[in-house]
């Protein structure tokens, strides 16, 4: 199952949505999503200052206990990529990221 957001992110929404995550209960698609785009500002993984843009999130087909979330590569600086997806491997019971990966 394919979920996909649109829209960009502002840095005050980015912030407040990685705080609200409830970590109790598991992390959903949607907040993996907003862990995300957190450790993309964090780290200045994007381009400008807003983050996103229509990430694609899917469950890791090798491992259920993992967050696929795709983000597309218009929207990702270039030290990863320009013309790629970038994979962000999200851990679906603390939200830790354990992974980048890129599409070729």
């Known amino acids: 199952m394919v979920m ?3 829209g960009c992110a502002t840095i005050r929404s980015i912030n407040k949505n990685a705080f609200s995550v409830n970590f109790s209960d598991g ?8 862990l995300v785009q957190k ?10 200052n807003y983050v996103i843009s229509a990430p694609k999130v899917l469950e890791d087909k090798s491992n259920s206990e993992l967050w696929i979330v795709k983000l ?12 790629c ?9 603390d ?3 354990l992974a980048r990966t890129i599409d070729k």
Do not use: M, Q
């Open 39 to 48: 450790d993309c500002l964090d780290n200045n993984y994007c381009r400008s």
């Open 95 to 97: 939200g830790k990221i």
């Open 27 to 34: 992390v959903s698609k949607k907040e993996a999503v907003f």
């Open 85 to 93: 997806w970038v994979n962000f491997y999200v851990n679906k019971s």
């Open 4 to 6: 996909a957001l649109t």
């Open 72 to 83: 597309p590569p218009e929207h990702i600086i270039y030290r990863f990529t320009h013309k």
